[in-house]
Structures are given as C-alpha cells and as structure tokens.
C-alpha cells in the first residue's frame, strides 16, 4: 500500500517550487545588497580587517 502511494507521487512540481525558491532568495539577496549605501558597504568590506569585534549596521 505504502508503494502504491510512494509510486503514484510526481515529483515534478518539487523541482519546479525548489527553483522558484532559489530565484526568489537570490534576487531578495541582489536587491538588498544594492539597498546598501557606500558607508555600510565600506564598513561590511572592512570586517576581515578590523582586529576588535563590532557590529558594522550600528555605527
């Protein structure tokens, strides 16, 4: 009975819904970074460099 129903099952629509939720987060992730003004860009690109623990969106 449990293969009838795993057999009957399309997994098509899965792979289609698995794409449109990556291209939905990418261009939720694209739009955000280029919201971001050149201060909060500079500040994120400076983190690998600063030696003291900070949170760059409060300064």
């Not at 819904?17 to 500040?43: N, P």
């Amino acid at each position: 009975m449990v293969r009838d129903v795993v057999s009957a099952l399309d997994y098509s629509n899965c792979a289609e819904s698995a794409l449109l939720l990556f291209v939905t987060s990418f261009v939720i992730i694209i739009y955000g970074s280029l919201r971001l003004s050149k201060s909060a860009s500079r500040r994120f690109a400076s983190i690998p460099l600063s030696d003291k623990v900070q949170d760059p969106r409060h300064e």
